[in-house]
């Protein structure tokens, strides 16, 4: 019997390196380094760049969005300043223009009251001479012209007053205050203001 048959531990050894043997080897590229990460092309450095951009663009769009929301709001409020500015023209406009027709209508008005004061004279002429004849057109007349603002003037035994009344003649008296003896010719205002002055005799 030769020394292999009668070996054992060399028998198992040979099996042993027989199967190892026939065990493939896997051959390892030269650039598998840089495939598992280990070079600056790696799979490691490449998502990290990865993130790392995608975060300065969110960033950077955070901050375009922040600056057009500020943009926005200032626009919003100029145009907000500029609607409280055309507001506030209109409404002086629309005062102006409502006094300027108040003014137009009392002129208006005033010039017609004025007109008829002539007439207002000679109806009282004709009430001394024809009291009952006259006196009730006289005071429908008055009546009428009060509603739109015509008032006569009250002077009779008041104190002189040189805006309401014009004296035309004096009577001395006691050498008290000046007072209002006789009208003469009435005097009216109109809205509150003297439309003509009374003719008096005045005495003190």
Request: charged share 30%; no cysteine.
């Amino acid at each position: 019997m030769s020394d292999d048959a009668t070996n054992p531990d060399d028998e198992r050894g040979s099996e042993v390196d027989d199967y190892t043997g026939e065990v493939p080897r896997i051959e390892v590229p030269d650039d598998a380094s840089a495939l598992l990460g280990d070079g600056p092309t790696g799979f490691g450095d490449g998502d990290v760049a990865d993130i790392d951009d995608d975060a300065a663009v969110e960033e950077g769009s955070a901050e375009a969005v922040e600056a057009d929301s500020a943009e926005l709001l200032a626009e919003v409020d100029r145009l907000r300043q500029l609607a409280m500015r055309q507001q506030a023209d209109f409404e002086n406009f629309r005062k102006r223009a409502t006094n300027q027709q108040n003014l137009e209508v009392e002129r208006a008005t005033g010039k017609l009251a004025n007109a008829l004061l002539p007439v207002l004279d000679a109806a009282e002429a004709a009430y001394v001479q024809h009291p009952d004849e006259v006196g009730p057109l006289l005071n429908q007349l008055i009546g009428e012209l009060k509603k739109v603002g015509l008032e006569p003037l009250d002077l009779a035994d008041q104190p002189f007053d040189p805006e309401l009344a014009e004296a035309v003649a004096h009577q001395p008296g006691n050498g008290g205050e000046t007072i209002v003896a006789e009208v003469l010719r009435s005097g009216y205002t109109w809205q509150g203001k003297t439309l003509r002055p009374a003719m008096v005799r005045t005495t003190d």
